[in-house]
């Protein structure tokens, strides 16, 4: 598979995320100059990551890729004849011929599949990178600022936009928020800080907007009915008191306590043989590990979701007045992440099959979802 136009276009400043080396094409691969890394290439894209993962090389079903506009044109205040980065750019488009665009997903928009915490390109060959509703969803941000840092050239620009005030949302997974001083001290730190902004949909009003329409989903179509009858101090006063004997709370299924809460508490315990453990693992190692870890974290909220969707439908049927559909119910959530525990954490095979159970269960759970849409469809209809 040759090449696609851009990715060819760039080849002379695309560099191993392993080991820096400088990359050629090579039977329909990818590699480094020592022969030692090598890459596929999937559509014509480059899958220039550390540990390569399934969601490098297929793009998932359904509308879960981001196209939050119709095209992508480099913003005016990072206009140069340098090439420029379109850092997660999801299924949106490009036909600025500087613009090189970049995501973790094999979309169409995409050039080439990259990961942000080690970025395919040389020191200082980039004249901007450009970035929105992106840093949320990476799992090390500042590992991410470190290589835009990296590869943007002297004098050459940094654009961001990412979220703050905002609910749990985004495939494959949501991270990080920044607060605006976040922001500005990590994104800008040693760099000039030009200007900081708050983007005209990202206002206090959005946020609100964001976090009421979620809670009404999470409540059930019943309370929600009730909740938008009462005046907007009587609301006020309700969550006030929810705040003490938590009676709302009972509401919420756990996918979307955890995607609307202020706060999350987590216990953990450094394992035995930690340290030795950590001395002998090797570079390759750590990076299947991290994509092994990655994938076990976010198919546990992926699966809190479809259990919550399912929940969402067959809440809206029994609002509609339906009977019920005989569709087997899942198995307890609970019991099945338990189930899917990596139990020796410093083991990569105890990490993978830990994802290999969560997987199957994912997909059985995806059969019964679509059984329980197919029924809301016809509820709607009758």
């Not at 011929?97 to 995501?103: F, H, N, T």
């Not at 991410?144 to 654009?159: A, M, N």
């Not at 019943?222 to 709302?248: C, G, H, M, P, T």
Request: hydrophobic share 40%; with cysteine.
């Amino acid at each position: 598979m040759a090449l696609n136009e851009k990715a060819t276009a760039v080849l002379d400043i695309l560099r191993c995320p392993r080991s820096g080396q400088a990359l050629r094409e090579h039977n329909d691969e990818i590699v480094s100059d020592d022969g030692r890394h090598r890459y596929p290439i999937v559509d014509g894209k480059p899958i220039l990551v550390r540990a390569v993962r399934e969601i490098h090389l297929r793009p998932p079903k359904g509308n879960l890729i981001s196209k939050n506009s119709a095209s992508y044109r480099p913003s005016s205040s990072v206009g140069c004849g340098d090439w420029v980065m379109h850092l997660g750019c999801g299924e949106v488009p490009s036909d600025d011929p500087r613009v090189v665009s970049i995501d973790i997903l094999p979309t169409t928009a995409a050039d080439l599949v990259a990961e942000g915490e080690a970025l395919p390109f040389a020191d200082n060959s980039l004249g901007a990178v450009e970035s929105g509703a992106v840093f949320e969803h990476v799992y090390d941000p500042f590992a991410v600022i470190g290589e835009c840092k990296r590869v943007i050239r002297e004098g050459g620009y940094f654009l961001t936009d990412t979220a703050f005030m905002q609910p749990y949302h985004g495939f494959p997974a949501h991270y990080f928020n920044m607060t605006p001083v976040a922001a500005e001290r990590y994104f800008a730190d040693d760099f000039e800080l030009i200007s900081s902004w708050i983007g005209p949909g990202a206002n206090p009003g959005t946020a609100t907007l964001l976090t009421l329409e979620r809670l009404m989903l999470a409540v059930g179509w019943e309370k929600a009915k009730e909740l938008k009858a009462i005046s907007v101090e009587q609301f006020i006063e309700l969550l006030r008191e929810n705040r003490r004997d938590r009676s709302l709370n009972a509401l919420f299924s756990p996918y979307h306590m955890r995607g609307m809460a202020t706060g999350t508490v987590v216990l953990s315990r450094k394992p035995s043989g930690y340290a030795e453990w950590r001395r002998q693992l090797g570079v390759q190692d750590a990076h299947e590990m991290t994509a092994a870890k990655n994938d076990y974290y976010e198919l546990r909220q992926q699966i809190l979701w479809i259990d919550a969707r399912i929940g969402e439908i067959a809440d809206e049927i029994s609002f509609l007045g339906r009977e019920p559909p005989d569709i087997p119910p899942l198995p307890d959530v609970n019991d099945q992440l338990a189930d899917a525990n990596a139990f020796d954490r410093l083991d990569p095979i105890a990490w993978r099959d830990a994802v290999n159970r969560l997987l199957q269960f994912k997909a059985d759970a995806t059969g019964t979802l679509i059984l329980w849409q197919r029924a809301l469809t016809q509820a709607r209809s009758s």
